[in-house]
């Protein structure tokens, strides 16, 4: 078995990315999540701090640790399918069914909003990765 097949794909290993890049990967969906809440949240004027952006982001945090573990994310963390996908999904879903069962509201456009948000940024860094990794692949063979 070579060291691709063990810590992703030949790509993410000439990028860099195997091993450490999990963990680094996980961070940066954690970010992006707590991104999205602060965008919102100022956009909505809401204040509450540090404590209040947590309140409001820790449903997407759960559901983003549930898509990774279902995805087996770590195996190939910047792939777009299924890793990408499956944890872009389930953060989506996760969260929101999380925020309705906490009492945290869904109202007008907040889930497709979410979802439109969510897919950008989780699955947009995984396409700029696994391009950038393709473009110095070709770089690489020439």
Same mark, same amino acid.
């Given at each position: 078995m070579s060291a691709a097949d063990r810590t992703g794909s030949p790509?993410?290993?000439?990028? @860099? &990315?195997?091993?450490?890049? #999990?963990?680094?990967?996980? &961070?940066?969906?954690?970010? &992006?999540?707590?991104?999205?809440v602060l965008a919102g949240?100022?956009?909505h004027s809401e204040d509450g701090g540090l404590a209040g952006a947590a309140g409001t982001?820790?449903?997407?945090?759960?559901? =983003?640790v549930f898509g990774w573990a279902l995805a087996r #994310?770590?195996?190939?963390? /910047?792939? !777009?399918?299924? #890793? @990408?996908?499956? +944890?872009?999904?389930?953060? +989506?879903? @996760? @969260?929101l069914a999380l925020r309705y069962l906490t009492g945290g509201g !869904?109202?007008?456009?907040?889930?497709? /909003?979410?979802?439109? /948000?969510?897919? +950008?940024? !989780? &699955?947009?860094w995984r396409l700029v990765a696994l391009l950038a990794a393709r =473009?110095?692949?070709r770089r690489e063979l020439r």
């Open positions: 790509a993410e290993v000439r990028a @860099g &990315l195997a091993g450490w890049g #999990a963990p680094l990967a996980f &961070l940066f969906d954690a970010l &992006l999540v707590l991104a999205f949240r100022g956009t982001a820790w449903p997407f945090w759960v559901a =983003l #994310a770590w195996r190939r963390p /910047v792939a !777009l399918w299924p #890793a @990408g996908v499956i +944890v872009w999904a389930t953060t +989506v879903a @996760g @969260g !869904l109202a007008g456009g907040f889930p497709y /909003v979410a979802a439109g /948000v969510l897919a +950008v940024s !989780l &699955l947009g =473009l110095r692949l």
